[in-house]
């Protein structure tokens, strides 16, 4: 089956790293994505890697790939009050046609 | 300028009535998606359409039926809302031939509330 878990709730200080962690179960994932979503706004994608990769870095985004583990983790330098909203993994496997599967989530609450 | 809009943005109705949420997206993307957010943020995929044609169906119940006139328009029909229809419902696109990786795009939600 495709589980994505991700831990719930995060609260890191304004200017600190925050790292949010995601555990799938599906090995033949091709894409992982991180989305953001902040209150009464849908989902929009902040980055995403390709499975072959282990490491993609996009300014104050640094997504890491563990396939072996597979472990997700997205890392957010110097982070800001905008950057409070729950995240999102998702990962999109070979045997669904453009099935995207979802992770739980993780609030991330910034304080000043 | 809106990439995927939805209507209602919010919608209270009682139990047992028949709604509809529109949703159309002017990216020119040949996939549309309906997702369901409950309370505690978990969303799950409810159907996915492919140039008009239906091709994911999650465990739905059959209250649920989708349409899409064309392939910028996908609606969602609910008959006989019950109380745990409440949620907010996300429409999104995507296409293989725009975007990184086939990034969905996504509406602002409806927030469907049944009393």
């Known amino acids: 089956g495709e589980d994505v878990e991700q831990s719930l709730f995060l609260s890191v200080r304004e200017g600190d790293s925050s790292v949010i962690n995601c555990t799938y179960t599906d090995s033949s994932s091709t894409y992982l994505y991180w989305y953001k979503q902040e209150p009464g706004a849908g989902l929009q994608l902040l980055t995403y890697i390709f499975s072959n990769m282990d490491m993609k870095q996009d300014q104050r985004l640094t997504v890491l790939l563990n396939k072996k583990d597979k472990h997700l983790s997205l890392r957010i330098a110097d982070t800001q009050t905008g950057d409070s909203a729950i995240y999102f993994c998702a990962e999109k496997y070979s045997g669904g046609y453009q099935k995207v599967t979802f992770g739980t989530g993780t609030k991330l609450q910034v304080i000043p | 300028d809106t990439a995927v809009s939805q209507t209602p943005k919010y919608l209270v109705t009682q139990m047992g009535n028949d709604k509809s949420i529109k949703c159309e997206q002017n990216l020119g993307h040949d996939t549309m998606y309906w997702y369901k957010q409950d309370s505690k943020k978990f969303l799950k995929i409810m159907f996915s359409y492919n140039n008009k044609e239906l091709i994911i169906n999650e465990t739905v119940p059959n209250r649920f039926s989708p349409k899409s006139p064309d392939k910028a328009h996908l609606n969602l029909h609910i008959n006989s809302l019950e109380l745990g229809d409440s949620a907010v419902y996300f429409c999104?696109?995507?296409?293989?031939?725009?975007?990184?990786?086939?990034?969905?795009?996504f509406g602002p939600g409806t927030r469907l509330t049944v009393l």
């Open positions: 999104a696109s995507s296409s293989k031939r725009g975007g990184p990786a086939d990034t969905q795009y």
